[in-house]
């Protein structure tokens, strides 16, 4: 009798176009650093065979910007996303969304998962983050930026003091970034940018937490605002190698996952900015299926 595996799929979920910039990543990882249980945390590894998995994209564009929201509405619409994926035969859902890691990752991995999904995944994108900006505690005085949600829930401050005591990070709030961003008003953007990185660089950071997923589209306008003697941590650079660990450690999970190199991109309401923003960052024009939230 043939062996019967259930195949599965792994999501990767934004609110908007951030997470875009993850998936690009993450499909063309040849090789990062390091994933921990309750977030995508842990270990350094290679980031290879990342391309050969099934993958859904959803990006919650309808009700975009997440950044302004209260916990309980990036709860509900972070749940429903979740939800979906899973229906769409998801076994592992990344919420490549600072936001919704900061104010709702919690609660689905303590509450929604063990009541409902208790075999699936979730996992989030703060803690190793925040790994890496603090290299083995190589680095003392870090600075975030973020939406205001995610600022205002001091999450990456909560975070670094249990991995470094000694270390101090300074949050910023940039709530204008992301709707510009997400309108390709990107030269706006980068004029905006100065004035939420100034007081940053007033308190001599070592580093600097790229806190949005949406931010890694101008982190070259951000790496020049900054020099070169701060580090600009990009979760593009290293969730890749994140993911692929994680799914190294946990074979219970990896062996559910297909992989036959699909791709679907979803988005709850469509726009041509964000098409055309799409088309810049994966080089070719992707097919997008509105999904009715
Ligand atoms: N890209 C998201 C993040 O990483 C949130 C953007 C928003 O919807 O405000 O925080």
Same mark, same amino acid.
């Given at each position: 009798m043939k062996n019967i595996i259930s195949e599965g799929k792994i999501g990767i979920f934004d609110s908007g176009l951030g997470g875009l910039v993850i998936a690009k990543a993450i499909f063309s990882a040849k090789g990062s650093p390091r994933i921990r249980e309750s977030e995508a945390g842990g270990p350094a590894s290679g980031g290879k065979n990342l391309s050969s998995y099934d993958y859904v994209y959803l990006g919650d564009t309808k009700w975009l910007p997440?950044?302004?929201? @209260? =916990?309980?509405q990036v709860y509900k619409y972070t749940s429903r996303a979740i939800k979906y994926l899973f229906d769409q035969d998801c076994q592992l859902v990344i919420l490549a969304c600072n936001t919704a890691s900061a104010l709702a990752l919690r609660k689905i991995q303590q509450e929604y998962l063990p009541k409902f999904y208790p075999g699936k995944r979730v996992l989030g994108v703060v803690i190793p983050t925040l &790994? &890496? =900006?603090d290299k083995n505690h190589k680095r003392k005085i870090i600075g975030v930026i973020g939406t205001s949600a995610t600022i205002r829930s001091h999450i990456y401050k909560k975070e670094l003091i249990k991995i470094d005591a000694k270390a101090k990070i300074f949050e910023v709030a940039a709530p204008k970034l992301v709707p510009l961003i997400e309108r390709n008003s990107l030269q706006l953007a980068e004029k905006t940018l100065g004035l939420y990185l100034q007081p940053l660089l007033k308190h001599n950071i070592e580093a600097l937490i790229l806190g949005c997923t949406h931010y890694p589209i101008l982190e070259q306008q951000i790496k020049k605002l900054v020099g070169k003697n701060i580090k600009v941590v990009s979760q593009t650079d290293f969730l890749p190698g994140k993911l692929s660990n994680y799914l190294k450690r946990?074979? &219970?999970? @990896?062996?559910?996952l297909s992989k036959h190199h699909q791709r679907t991109f979803l988005v709850t309401k469509y726009n041509r900015e964000f098409g055309e923003v799409a088309k810049r960052l994966f080089g070719r024009k992707l097919k997008f299926e509105v999904v009715p939230f």
């Amino acid at each position: 009798m043939k062996n019967i595996i259930s195949e599965g799929k792994i999501g990767i979920f934004d609110s908007g176009l951030g997470g875009l910039v993850i998936a690009k990543a993450i499909f063309s990882a040849k090789g990062s650093p390091r994933i921990r249980e309750s977030e995508a945390g842990g270990p350094a590894s290679g980031g290879k065979n990342l391309s050969s998995y099934d993958y859904v994209y959803l990006g919650d564009t309808k009700w975009l910007p997440y950044g302004n929201k @209260s =916990a309980g509405q990036v709860y509900k619409y972070t749940s429903r996303a979740i939800k979906y994926l899973f229906d769409q035969d998801c076994q592992l859902v990344i919420l490549a969304c600072n936001t919704a890691s900061a104010l709702a990752l919690r609660k689905i991995q303590q509450e929604y998962l063990p009541k409902f999904y208790p075999g699936k995944r979730v996992l989030g994108v703060v803690i190793p983050t925040l &790994e &890496e =900006a603090d290299k083995n505690h190589k680095r003392k005085i870090i600075g975030v930026i973020g939406t205001s949600a995610t600022i205002r829930s001091h999450i990456y401050k909560k975070e670094l003091i249990k991995i470094d005591a000694k270390a101090k990070i300074f949050e910023v709030a940039a709530p204008k970034l992301v709707p510009l961003i997400e309108r390709n008003s990107l030269q706006l953007a980068e004029k905006t940018l100065g004035l939420y990185l100034q007081p940053l660089l007033k308190h001599n950071i070592e580093a600097l937490i790229l806190g949005c997923t949406h931010y890694p589209i101008l982190e070259q306008q951000i790496k020049k605002l900054v020099g070169k003697n701060i580090k600009v941590v990009s979760q593009t650079d290293f969730l890749p190698g994140k993911l692929s660990n994680y799914l190294k450690r946990h074979p &219970e999970i @990896s062996k559910k996952l297909s992989k036959h190199h699909q791709r679907t991109f979803l988005v709850t309401k469509y726009n041509r900015e964000f098409g055309e923003v799409a088309k810049r960052l994966f080089g070719r024009k992707l097919k997008f299926e509105v999904v009715p939230f």
